[in-house]
């Protein structure tokens, strides 16, 4: 039986209520103002996966270069792939500041040399 603690899930739900998803308890949790625990990730399917470069578990990554590791909404990881370190800046061989992408994700002109070029795409066979 549900307590009278405001706090416990359980509380708001009656015995036979179909079992809220994932992002009904976030969305109820934001609507209450709670941003703490599960409220202070955002419901499943708001922020999708970035798209990029695969980064081989064995390739020496440069300075300025990082794995960024994610998962799907189901907690299933997928591959790593190349991003810029936040605050780094590439420069050109004239050592002019190169532009990075607003989602700092690595485009294949500017991975660093001998990465194998293999694009990671999440939810495509």
Do not use: C
């Amino acid at each position: 039986m549900p307590g009278n603690d405001p706090n416990d899930l359980a509380a708001y739900f009656q015995p036979g209520d179909p079992e809220p998803t994932g992002a009904q308890v976030i969305n109820a949790l934001h609507e209450a103002g709670v941003r703490t625990g599960l409220g202070a990730f955002n419901p499943p399917g708001t922020s999708p996966p970035l798209e990029g470069l695969a980064v081989p578990a064995n390739f020496k990554l440069p300075e300025g270069y990082v794995r960024h590791h994610q998962v799907t909404d189901e907690g299933v990881p997928i591959e790593p792939i190349l991003m810029f370190a936040p605050d780094f800046t590439l420069f050109d061989a004239q050592g002019r500041p190169i532009a990075m992408p607003a989602n700092r994700v690595v485009p294949p002109a500017l991975a660093p040399p001998g990465l194998p070029l293999r694009w990671v795409r999440v939810g495509t066979p």
